[in-house]
Structure formats: C-alpha cells, structure tokens
C-alpha cells in the first residue's frame, strides 16, 4: 500500500509567522507532488506543484521537494488568518511525461490555525 | 464557466435506499473521478473514468457503480445505501498526464441513518 503521510494537526502559528506544513511518503518512484488547500465545507483547489528537487516559489508559498528522504513540505509566510485551512498533500505515483491516466495519493491533510 | 458541478449539495438516505449523485465538467477533461472524504481518512478514490467509454476502480469501489455517460458527465450510483457510506463525495476532473491539476466540485454531504 503506497502511503502519503501528514500529521493531521492543528498547527497554530500567530499571524506573520512562517508555517511549515510536511508530507512523507512511500513510492520512491513518485515524480509530481501537489499541494492543495480546503476550507472547511468546501472543496480542495490547488495551490502549489513541484516535481523536481529544490524549492519552488509562488508568492508567499514555497514547496520544497527531497526525492532522497522521500519529503516535500509547504512553507507559508507571513501567515494571515485567510490561510487558516486544511493542506493536502498529493503524490503522483506514475511517469510525468507518459500521458494518459495518473494515480494520485492524498494525505489526510494538515490543518493550520494562524491567530490574529 | 461553472467548472465542476455535482449534485445534490446535501442528500439524507435511509439504509437500503438508492440514489445517483450527478457530475459534469465544462472544461473538456479527458479524465473524471470520484472520491469520498472522511475524518481522519483523507480524499480516497472511489472509481475513475480516464477517458470517455472507460472506467476504473479506486481505492474503496465496493456498494458503488459509476457510469460515464459522455465526455462531460460521470455519475455515481449507490444501489443499497448503507451508514458507512455517509461520508462527503467530490467528482473532479483533470486532463490525461502527470502533472496536471484536479479540479473539485463543491461536494455531496451524504447521510445514511
């Protein structure tokens, strides 16, 4: 059973700190790593993607991806109340350039509180 | 454009009883899916339809039935509802490929007493 693990929570971290949101999982094989935002009741949208080692900025967000310890993480900064939401991580367990039909793993997903 | 749209928001069934939930997508994906979310157990995939005419089992397939009816539309089928099935249910959509995004409907709140 390929796993993709989180701890589910909560991580409270006051407003304007950086918060760092962590993901393992099992596949070495895995190629493509997502990260997704839920709002509680709603549904999860995308919000970072990476697939080679290193780091990867958008905006506020940095994903960083170890292949060798099998880790990717979301660091979040200057955390605002608006970012308070549960984090998926998601792993892409096939080729990146075969095309056609992808499994993709989620975590259970971390849930982050930032106090004002 | 609406994205993903499923229906019912909100469903109420008793132990036994069927229903279909609806999904449709507008931005010509090739592929469609189903997973339902617990607490604690994370998005797991139900069925999959990676093109239009096929479809696929997930993780957790067993009490549910999926039909693909065209290009747009995937629907899932719950033929004797049971308790355990009370969970949320999302339908997405993605193109073929490893590195593209799935895109969400709002979700399904199903209840089964």
């Known amino acids: 059973q390929k796993e993709v693990e989180q701890n589910s929570g909560p991580l409270s971290v006051p407003e304007g700190a950086i918060a760092s949101l962590n993901c393992t999982y099992s596949?070495?094989?895995?190629?493509?790593f997502f990260w997704y935002r839920q709002y509680s009741g709603k549904s999860p949208e995308l919000i970072m993607f990476?697939?080679?080692?290193g780091d990867k900025e958008d905006g506020r967000f940095t994903a960083q991806l170890n292949k060798a310890s099998q880790y990717v993480s979301l660091l979040i900064r200057d955390s605002q109340p608006s970012d308070s939401a549960t984090y998926l991580c998601?792993?892409?367990?096939?080729?990146?350039?075969?095309?056609?039909?992808?499994?993709?793993?989620f975590g259970t997903g971390t849930k982050l509180q930032v106090i004002p | 454009n609406a994205g993903v749209t499923q229906t019912p928001k909100f469903q109420v069934l008793k132990t036994g009883q069927s229903m279909t939930l609806q999904c449709a997508q507008d931005?010509?994906?090739?592929?469609m899916y189903w997973y339902r979310q617990d607490p604690g157990m994370g998005l797991r995939l139900i069925y999959y339809?990676?093109?239009?005419?096929?479809?696929d089992k997930g993780e957790v397939p067993n009490g549910y039935n999926v039909s693909r009816l065209n290009k747009r539309e995937f629907s899932l089928r719950l033929e004797s509802a049971a308790p355990s099935q009370t969970s949320v249910y999302f339908c997405?959509?993605?193109?073929?490929?490893?590195?593209?995004?799935?895109?969400f409907g709002q979700g399904t709140r199903l209840t089964v007493v």
């Open positions: 997405a959509s993605s193109e073929l490929g490893g590195d593209t995004e799935a895109f």
């Open positions: 596949d070495r094989g895995s190629q493509s």
């Open positions: 990476i697939y080679s080692n």
């Open positions: 998601a792993v892409n367990e096939g080729e990146r350039n075969s095309g056609g039909y992808q499994k993709v793993t």
């Open positions: 931005m010509n994906h090739n592929s």
């Open positions: 339809s990676a093109s239009e005419g096929t479809t």
